[in-house]
């Protein structure tokens, strides 16, 4: 080779070595894990990867510096030396204390370079901690249990761990085992811990609260148990249960529970009968009492529906308490025949004060004895018998009765539909007041619910919600009566207007059932009604009806009017409107409105000409009468827009809305319909 021709090469080499040194890659190292829990003295490994540290993945150095509350095993600074496959290292260590320790490892190439790479993590030494479930809260009847369980985190060794559970005024079982069965006696609220212990590790949990309630509903499921639920009165969710009273005599046909009465029942027995053969019952009803705690269940007596010369089988066969504490029965065939009785409940002890009202037929109003295939009772606070019906897969109604003193006629107050649905896919059976109002309703697949706010505003078709789905179920009994039942009339319109010292006042209304009359009542600014006039209903189930009432207000001296309507049920049940106000001379406010309406999203604005400034109060009502939202707002004079405020809480339905300034209202109807 000439020389010339070897130094080009030799250059060309130079040339591709140092290009490539100043390409090599960068150093670097990462750890794992990264910002880890642990307990105190357990060992705890980390994982170090490096790369582009060279030397052929041999000869390093790992020192670790740890900082924090309490010493490390082994000692820091610590290093630990590689002689091949250094690319990963894993290295344990023990912490002694609890507290937050950082961990910081370099890493050094020894042979072939001089490469250094750092890394760090943060580890957190928790101490040992117990935990419990159910937890924090929990519901359960009295008398149920609760199957607790408990789990440790952080304990170090491996000795055994034993449990001591508290929970004051509870059964707790002995033992020292991690889960425990816990039984709670009677109402009120209890307590629940458990404290681990671990040679000298202790810790104790966070307490479950258990709040122990009455029940508030039972329910039947033809041979099954009678059940014992509580539920919420205003949502209807159901809170506890089932809970399992007693087994009945035999298969269930209807089931009623009586208030404490103290001279007759003072324990509020629950009342059943049993699903006797229509072909062999001759219309006789056996009638069962047991003691709410499921002891004494004993025949106390039996009612001949028909009367001795009549034998006829009864297949539908309902049984409610009233709140005067006498058992009411509705049985029939089907067909042609629809009786009804009462007894006085007496707890265990023979029924006495029966009455069979001659074994007269009752007479259905907008509908048939056939809707009765189906059905249960249930009473109101004032004594209104609420009658449900059903024929399997069709129609569901609830009627109700015209008197208890002198019972003839079933009148139809409402149509039943599940939510979204037409009809119910099984057979519906039972019914049961809450305390606020509302109704449950029991069928061959579940419990539902149908909310009393939502039944006051719609009196042709309500809706009922599944809250509890379950299959056999063929009644439902509480001993709630509410007074606030809601009244079979829907109020569409109610308005008024002043000419020539005139006010007119005007309202229209659909679906009125069992209905008998409205009282227009007057206030000036004092608030105090008045019956000035009143209107007997001439409306019916299927139509509309429209009223008209003139009051002549020339001899009056006061200024401003307040108007309502007393609405009244044939039982003497009755209900109000919203007010609405008029005025002799010209208003301070004036062309209130609402937007959008219907309301269709979580957003509305009241629109309103105000003479001058002022502050006004907004208040949202439902048809009721019950006041739902309520706010203040400062108003210039002119026109105003004012947000209302929280109208995304309101339920779909229809409302009022009031703006008052002083003993001014103006006021709009608009609806929610999202």
């Given amino acids: 080779m000439k020389k010339s021709t070897f130094l080009r090469a030799l250059a060309c080499l130079l040339l591709t070595l140092g290009f490539t040194a100043?390409?090599?890659?960068?150093?670097?190292?990462?750890?794992?894990p990264q910002n880890a829990t642990i307990g105190a003295n357990t060992p705890q490994a980390f994982t170090v990867t490096t790369t582009g540290m060279g030397g052929s993945n041999n000869d390093r150095t790992f020192v670790y510096t740890i900082t924090g509350p309490g010493s490390t095993t082994p000692a820091s600074p610590a290093t630990f030396n590689c002689t091949s496959g250094c690319n990963t290292q894993s290295h344990s260590f023990t912490f002694s204390a609890v507290g937050v320790y950082t961990v910081s490892v370099t890493v050094t190439q020894t042979q072939g370079g001089s490469a250094t790479a750092t890394t760090s993590t943060t580890i957190t030494v928790a101490p040992p901690t117990v935990t419990i479930s159910p937890a924090p809260t929990a519901t359960v009847l009295t008398g149920g249990s609760i199957n607790f369980s408990s789990s440790i985190e952080y304990f170090s060794g491996s000795t055994t761990t034993t449990y001591a559970w508290s929970a004051p005024g509870a059964t707790v079982p002995s033992g020292s085992s991690s889960s425990k069965t816990i039984t709670f006696p009677t109402v009120g609220i209890y307590v629940v811990t458990v404290t681990a212990t671990r040679g000298s590790q202790v810790a104790t949990s966070?307490?479950?609260?258990?709040?122990?309630v009455e029940p508030n509903m039972y329910a039947t499921a033809g041979s099954g148990a009678i059940t014992a639920y509580h539920m919420n009165a205003v949502t209807g969710n159901i809170l506890a249960g089932p809970q399992n009273v007693v087994t009945p005599s035999g298969s269930t046909a209807a089931?009623?529970?009586?208030?404490?009465?103290?001279?007759?029942?003072?324990?509020?027995?629950?009342?059943?009968?049993?699903?006797?053969?229509?072909?062999?019952?001759?219309?006789?009803?056996?009638?069962?009492?047991?003691?709410?705690?499921?002891?004494?269940?004993?025949?106390?007596?039996s009612i001949d529906m028909n009367g001795v010369s009549d034998n006829t089988g009864l297949g539908f066969v309902r049984l409610g308490m009233d709140p005067a504490g006498y058992g009411w029965i509705i049985a029939g065939n089907g067909s042609t025949q629809l009786r009804i009785a009462k007894f006085r409940g007496n707890g265990t002890n023979p029924i006495t004060d029966v009455n069979t009202f001659g074994n007269v037929n009752l007479t259905v109003t907008n509908g048939a004895i056939s809707d009765f295939q189906n059905g249960d009772l249930a009473f109101s606070g004032n004594g209104t018998l609420y009658a449900l019906s059903n024929t399997t897969g069709g129609p569901t109604?609830?009627?109700?009765?015209?008197?208890?003193?002198?019972?003839?006629?079933l009148g139809r107050k409402w149509t039943v539909i599940p939510a979204g649905g037409s009809t119910f896919s099984g057979s519906v059976n039972g019914i049961a007041f809450t305390t606020a109002g509302s109704i449950h309703v029991s069928t061959s697949n579940g419990i539902f619910f149908i909310d009393g706010n939502t039944a006051s505003q719609?009196?042709?078709?309500?809706?009922?919600?599944?809250?509890?789905?379950?299959?056999?179920?063929?009644?439902?009994?509480?001993?709630?009566?509410?007074?606030?039942?809601?009244?079979?009339?829907?109020?569409?319109?109610?308005?008024?207007?002043?000419?020539?010292?005139v006010a007119t006042i005007q309202w229209k209304t659909e679906s009125e059932v069992n209905f008998d009359r409205f009282e227009v009542e007057r206030s000036s600014k004092n608030n105090n009604f008045s019956t000035i006039g009143t209107e007997t209903a001439r409306g019916g189930s299927s139509r509309t009806a429209s009223y008209s009432f003139a009051d002549n207000l020339a001899n009056e001296t006061e200024n401003v009017f307040h108007y309502r309507l007393k609405m009244i049920d044939t039982d003497g049940k009755f209900t109000y409107s919203h007010i609405i106000m008029m005025r002799k001379s010209s208003a301070g406010l004036k062309g209130l409105s609402l937007a959008p309406n219907p309301v269709v999203s979580s957003t509305a604005t009241a629109r309103v000409d105000v003479s001058s400034s002022t502050t006004v109060t907004l208040r949202v009502m439902d048809l009721s009468g019950k006041l739902v939202l309520q706010q203040k707002n400062a108003v210039a004079a002119g026109v105003n827009s004012i947000p209302v405020l929280n109208v995304q809480q309101l339920q779909p339905g229809t409302y009022v809305l009031q703006l008052i300034n002083g003993d001014e209202i103006q006021s709009v109807r608009f609806t929610v319909a999202r």
């Fill in 22 to 32: 100043g390409k090599s890659t960068a150093q670097t190292a990462s750890i794992s």
């Fill in 206 to 212: 966070a307490p479950t609260v258990v709040n122990v």
């Fill in 255 to 301: 089931l009623g529970l009586n208030k404490s009465i103290p001279t007759f029942d003072p324990g509020g027995c629950l009342y059943y009968t049993l699903n006797t053969s229509t072909a062999s019952n001759n219309g006789i009803v056996q009638i069962y009492a047991v003691n709410r705690n499921g002891t004494g269940n004993t025949l106390v007596g």
């Fill in 397 to 409: 109604y609830i009627y109700t009765l015209n008197s208890t003193s002198n019972p003839t006629n």
């Fill in 458 to 501: 719609q009196t042709g078709t309500v809706e009922a919600s599944l809250i509890f789905s379950a299959t056999g179920f063929t009644d439902l009994a509480s001993s709630a009566f509410p007074e606030d039942s809601p009244l079979p009339v829907k109020l569409l319109d109610f308005s008024g207007s002043l000419r020539n010292n």
